[in-house]
């Protein structure tokens, strides 16, 4: 049987937001695990180990990286999926791009400010996603998941993380690497914004069920950047 590792982020807390998914949801997932759904030969974890180790990252530019990087040492991981909180969003946003550029409005939790500072001077403007957009959003469709593409993850902490993380990939020989944004917790099925914990939880799994199809079968059509 084959083995898959996978570390999933998580941000937290969020001043003013009781019930963070970007904490809870990599929890939820990595106690109760994935397996494959009974009859579904089409599975892609079928025949397929799946450990899931979830860690809860500080908001903050100078520590968030160190803090996911030093799991991402320790686990050996083939799939990282950061994850964090977008208050304004109706449904789970898909990020694409992480931009070389740290332009804070408000302090992190460390109280830094940066203003149009590069993450990396040396860096590339920008890193896409290597996660198969076009499978996760068509498996959100069957699942009554509202969700939607983002051209990228603004330019606090999140994106910041997002970059990081893909600069790292990019030194790897086959390790996937995305971020998906999470809505509020709403119980409202009429809300305006905000998901149910319930909704977003099978969100997290079909990310997850998708990462590995791609990543045991990479093909280009699983890809969407634009």
């Excluded at 695990?33 to 979830?54: C, F, K, Q, W």
């Amino acid at each position: 049987m084959e083995h898959i590792s996978m570390v999933i982020s998580g941000f937290g807390p969020y001043e003013g937001v009781d019930v963070n998914p970007a904490y809870e949801v990599p929890e939820t997932l990595a106690e109760k695990g994935l397996h494959a759904e009974s009859g579904d030969y089409d599975d892609p974890l079928r025949d397929v180990d799946v450990s899931i180790t979830a860690v809860r990252l500080p908001i903050s530019f100078s520590n968030a990286w160190p803090s996911l990087l030093a799991t991402i040492e320790a686990s050996r991981p083939d799939i990282v999926i950061a994850t964090g909180l977008k208050r304004a969003a109706r449904g789970i946003l898909l990020e694409r791009c992480a931009t070389n550029v740290m332009d804070a409005s408000r302090p992190d939790a460390d109280n830094a400010l940066p203003s149009r500072e590069p993450i990396d001077a040396q860096g590339p403007a920008a890193y896409w996603t290597r996660l198969p957009l076009r499978s996760i959003l068509a498996d959100f469709t069957k699942h009554d998941i509202p969700a939607t593409l983002s051209s990228d993850a603004g330019t606090f902490v999140c994106n910041s993380l997002f970059y990081s993380l893909l600069h790292w990939t990019a030194s790897q020989q086959r390790t996937l690497a995305g971020f998906v944004n999470f809505p509020m917790v709403t119980q409202s099925q009429r809300a305006q914004r905000g998901l149910s914990m319930d909704q977003q939880v099978a969100a997290g799994q079909d990310v997850i069920r998708e990462a590995i199809r791609y990543y045991r079968q990479p093909s280009s059509s699983d890809i969407l950047l634009a």
